[in-house]
């Protein structure tokens, strides 16, 4: 699926882990698809503090030091990054029913609603 050109500059560390949380429960609640970009964005920023959780963990343990911590987290955001950009240009996605409600957000034992 084509869409418009990603942000010409993401930083994932420029909005807290539970900002991005909060966003992407927000479009969820409306019902945004998943191949929506701001979806991308959202699981990219969050991709991006689940990995820097530990990291920084680790520097204030001393058990590593903060340029390879910093070198990590150059990585990590280059990951998040080219996965973004993955979502902008992956024309190989189809469009389905997507799976809503309770099933959707991981519940067991609950009826999906697929719209």
Same mark, same amino acid.
């Given at each position: 699926m084509t869409t418009s050109s990603p942000p010409a500059v993401f930083d994932? *560390? =420029?909005? #807290? *882990? #539970? #900002?991005?949380? =909060?966003?992407?429960a927000g479009l969820r609640s409306h019902r945004v698809p998943n191949g929506d970009p701001r979806i991308a964005q959202c699981e990219a920023g969050l991709f991006y503090w689940q990995t820097r959780r530990p990291i920084d963990k680790r520097v204030a343990g001393g058990l590593m030091s903060?340029?390879?911590?910093? #070198?990590a987290l150059d990585k990590v955001r280059e990951m998040a990054e080219a996965k973004l950009r993955e979502m902008y240009t992956d024309e190989s996605e189809t469009a389905g029913p997507a799976v809503r409600g309770p099933a959707a957000a991981g519940c067991e034992n609950a009826a999906a609603v697929v719209s």
């Open positions: 994932p *560390a =420029s909005i #807290s *882990a #539970s #900002s991005w949380g =909060s966003r992407l903060q340029g390879l911590a910093d #070198s």
